[in-house]
């Protein structure tokens, strides 16, 4: 008996098949296998795609399974199978990448930009400057002078970006050591950051110290001096907005070899990232650690704080922002990950522009925005949502998830299988090398190049021609299809008004 | 409709200045004449002028111009200004009755001192008492609208062309050393007296002609340091910023317009190393200030004005010198419609401020 039949099936054109048999090679779900002829194991199918796109024939398809169960209003097909599950092994569901949400409004989509007209000059990005330079740190309260009255440069260190768009926190370990050399090679060829996330940073990848931030989390994997120092920025990871709340599990099969030294973890050994850091209870003990690691580094790097978005996100980042951070990333709910409880990442957080929007109004409400720069991540799709990130009041935003699609990945969530057919979230080497990095950074830098150049026509449009005047202008914004009460929170009017 | 302040309305406009270095005496009517040139670039739902030194039997006074929609609401501020000020002359602003002017509110003008204990209490410094005062009145008290508050100058303004906002306030019987003016071509406003310019704030004055891209990331910025935009016009938020850069922040006019009007980092990397480091901190620190968009400006302040055109210079701003005097025009045919001989008349550049000031030894 199986109660939970398969959620895709496997298509074949035979008139289009050569029987080259690549994809019983490519697909390293063994949903495909070769046994006198092709046969399909439906049920291990997770439309990863790869099949598809590696056959020179275009011969196969992948569709949803069209059987289906009684049509319940309550108990819809994937609740029920979601209790077989749970009912077969006994365990908390897993899935990973980022919450489909299902019905939690994309407010991104519900917002319109503005543009110029009569009154005031569109400007052409092919004609005149079009800055997108941003950059992010803390500023001090006001400017100091020498005795001649010339201005003392009292500005702590900062990040200097070409273009407000950083990846995201993906630790080695998670993705393949090929996917970090391309982040960071994509990152120091378009002058942004990418982030090593809490597996520790391989020393191939020191020499793109000045576009990369370390990452320090719970479990204080792979954290060194010349880890620290091998930055242009230190990241302390309180939270992610995949699954608020909870640590991270990295499985004894994926520390083998460099992933394990590394991190520092022996091999074999689970490396377990507990919920809290042990060393921070209290918004108190939060100021403890960034002034140890500043001190660490010697008040060269700037310390950025990530937090998910919860309810009480807007007294938490002023709470941070107070704690001597110099950037406060917020990490909304449609955040990636590599693996998370799926009743977690599902219910638990915010929508990142709710969030962005009201840490933005709390800081001003507090007098301190101008102290502190805000990072937004977690579903920032494409180079609209950035702008719209940003005109909520994000200095930069940063991507994980769009990265990945860039390297290949079809969000088929199942990065905690470890068997990524993409050679993306896989420690496998007969996968991991499926991944070149030098034709994955060239990609990488094409979506970066690209969305900068549409972000530059946007602001364009609006007569704006550089970024920071972007920054928290929402009055660039109108919403369509809100309510009352999250126009009030966005900040924003409605479509006409 | 909604009034102005309730809804945002962007306008294009016309703006005018004259200035005298050494300090001679500029006849309201000079500036009227000038501006009068330039009709086409209003449409007769806003025109207004400042001139300083205007009042120098009072030059120790703030100068209070209050619109009042009522006699409630004049009740109410002068019961407020005698708890706060001591009130040394108080008159109705003389008007002259013309057809092209109607419906004018109460127009009052005070000239006043703060109250020396009432200072002391509040622990601040007289231009910041002061200033919280007026901004109170304005936000708190129906009806009541302070529109100049400096010392030895004065804001007029109304709905109406600026030729006529000059007659009806008899423009021809004040005279000062400088004096600024503006012509409104507001897309779409109910026609309220005080979304008139130039904005005002202690004797920091604005004329402005343009539409600021910038202006939500400006406004939610400077509404951080105790402003409250009321009107949610550019010009009020431009003269905020400046009062907050120039009166708290103590940077000078110069960095002022480094600060708004930043040089693109291209052209700051084509700076030698110190002036680079200069304006590349300025624009870091700075950066919730940078205004976009069209703009062309001319800021009035005790003892001097300052022009200043976005960096891309989307708003035309010339300026003119004859002797000691100079000229700043939104078209050269308003200069030379009251001074056809100049010594030199220029474009400033994009972003470049050109400040001038009084000659040493001037008294006002």
Same mark, same amino acid.
């Given at each position: ?36 002829? +092709? ?23 992948? !569709? ?46 519900? *917002? ?6 009569? !009154? ?56 393949? +050591? ?10 120091? #060829? ?44 230190? =990241? ?60 660490? !580094? ?38 990636? !990950? ?25 800081? #001003? ?73 030098? =034709? ?36 660039? +914004? ?7 009460? =999250? *126009?009030?929170? +966005? ?7 | ?42 449409? /007769?739902? /806003? ?24 006699? %409630? ?18 008159? %109705? ?24 204990? %009432? ?63 503006? /012509? ?76 708004? $009007? ?13 002036? $680079? ?25 005790? /003892? ?28 050269? $045919? ?12 220029? $474009?400033?550049? &994009? &972003? ?13």
């Amino acid at each position: 008996m199986n109660l939970i039949p398969s959620r895709y099936r496997i298509n074949l054109r035979k008139e289009e098949c050569i029987q080259c048999r690549r994809c019983t090679r490519e697909c390293s779900f063994h949903a495909i296998e070769f046994r006198g002829g +092709l046969v399909f194991n439906h049920e291990k199918c997770v439309d990863c795609q790869r099949c598809v796109a590696m056959c020179p024939r275009d011969a196969l398809y992948i !569709t949803k399974n069209e059987n289906r169960f009684a049509c319940h209003a309550v108990y819809s097909t994937e609740a029920l199978k979601e209790i077989y599950r749970q009912s077969e092994a006994g365990g908390v569901l897993l899935s990973s990448m980022g919450s489909p949400g299902r019905t939690v409004p994309i407010y991104f989509d519900h *917002l319109l930009l503005n543009a110029s007209q009569v !009154t005031n000059p569109s400007i052409d990005p092919l004609r005149e400057p079009m800055e997108t330079r941003t950059f992010i740190g803390r500023r001090p309260e006001h400017v100091e002078r020498d005795e001649v009255g010339r201005l003392i440069d009292n500005l702590p260190p900062h990040l200097e970006l070409q273009t407000p768009i950083m990846f995201s926190a993906m630790s080695y370990g998670a993705v393949s +050591l090929n996917v970090q050399r391309a982040l960071a090679m994509a990152a120091a #060829r378009t002058g942004t950051c990418f982030n090593c996330g809490e597996g520790g940073l391989h020393e191939s990848l020191y020499q793109y110290a000045a576009n990369t931030i370390v990452q320090v989390a719970s479990g204080r994997f792979g954290v060194h001096e010349t880890y620290l120092n091998s930055a242009s920025a230190i =990241e302390i990871k309180i939270g992610q907005g995949a699954k608020p709340g909870i640590g991270g599990h990295l499985t004894g099969a994926k520390i083998i070899g460099d992933v394990s030294k590394t991190r520092m973890v022996p091999e074999g050994i689970d490396a377990i990232s507990p919920a809290p850091h042990h060393d921070i209870y209290s918004i108190e003990d939060l100021r403890q650690l960034v002034s140890s690691l500043k001190e660490a !580094t010697g008040y060269r790097k700037p310390v950025i704080v990530k937090v998910a978005a919860v309810h009480n996100i807007a007294p938490i980042a002023s709470g941070i922002a107070r704690s001597g951070a110099d950037i406060i990333t917020i990490d909304g709910f449609r955040g990636g !990950t590599g693996a998370a409880p799926m009743r977690i990442r599902d219910n638990v957080g915010l929508p990142i522009e709710l969030a962005i929007a009201a840490v933005d109004q709390r800081l #001003r409400d507090e007098k301190i925005r101008d102290r502190v720069s805000v990072i937004a991540s977690g579903g920032i799709r494409n180079s609209t949502d950035v702008v719209k990130a940003i005109a909520l009041g994000a200095d930069a935003v940063s991507v994980g998830t769009a990265a990945l699609c860039a390297l290949g990945c079809h969000l088929c969530a199942s990065c905690h299988s470890g068997s990524c057919a993409w050679g993306i979230a896989t420690q496998k080497p007969e996968l991991v090398d499926r991944l070149d990095p030098e =034709e994955g950074a060239e990609r990488l830098c094409n979506l970066i190049s690209a969305w900068t150049s549409e972000i530059k026509e946007i602001m364009g449009g609006m007569g704006i021609n550089s970024i920071e005047a972007l920054r928290g202008n929402r009055l660039a +914004l109108r919403a369509v299809g809100l309510n009352s009460r =999250e *126009l009030a929170v +966005l900040g924003v009017k409605y479509g006409g008004e | 409709m909604m009034k102005e302040g309730e809804v945002r309305i962007p306008s294009g406009c016309a703006i005018c200045g004259i200035f005298s270095r050494d300090g001679s005496q500029i006849c309201g009517d000079r500036i009227a004449h000038a501006i009068a040139l330039m009709h086409n670039r209003s449409n /007769g739902l /806003g025109g207004g002028f400042a001139g300083y030194g205007i009042y120098p039997q009072y030059r120790d006074h703030y100068a209070l111009h209050i619109f009042y929609d009522s006699l %409630k609401s004049r009740e109410e501020t002068e019961r407020f200004l005698d708890s706060h000020f001591d009130i040394i002359n108080l008159s %109705k602003i003389p008007v002259r009755q013309t057809d092209q002017i109607t419906d004018p509110p109460l127009i009052w003008r005070y000239f006043v001192s703060p109250l020396v204990h %009432k200072i002391q209490d509040s622990q601040l410094e007289e231009n910041e008492y002061t200033a919280r005062c007026m901004i109170r009145i304005n936000n708190l008290i129906e009806g009541a609208y302070v529109f100049s508050c400096g010392k030895n100058m004065g804001v007029f303004k109304a709905v109406g062309y600026p030729e006529d906002v000059a007659r009806f306030y008899r423009l021809e019987d004040y005279s000062g050393y400088a004096w600024t003016a503006h /012509g409104r071509y507001p897309t779409n406003t109910p026609g309220w007296w005080g979304g008139a310019h130039p904005f005002a704030l202690l004797d920091l004055s604005v004329v402005h002609n343009g539409e600021i891209s910038s202006y939500d990331a400006n406004r939610r910025a400077v509404e951080m340091y105790d402003y409250k935009c009321n009107l949610l016009t550019d010009t009020e938020v431009i003269t905020y910023i400046l009062d907050y850069l120039t009166r708290k922040e103590k940077l000078t006019l110069e960095e002022c317009a480094n600060v708004i $009007a930043a040089p693109f980092w291209s052209t700051i990397a084509l700076k030698d190393g110190q002036e $680079a480091a200069r304006l590349a901190y300025l624009r870091k620190m700075y950066s919730s200030f940078l205004i976009t968009g069209p703009f062309s400006i001319l800021v009035g302040f005790t /003892g001097g004005m300052m022009a200043l055109n976005d960096r891309l210079k989307l708003r035309s701003l010339v300026v003119g010198e004859k002797g000691r005097t100079v000229y700043f025009s939104s078209e050269e $045919a308003a200069i030379r419609a009251v001074e056809p001989e100049l010594d030199r008349i220029w $474009a400033p550049a &994009g &972003g470049q401020p050109v400040i001038v000031t009084l000659d040493e030894g001037v008294r006002i």
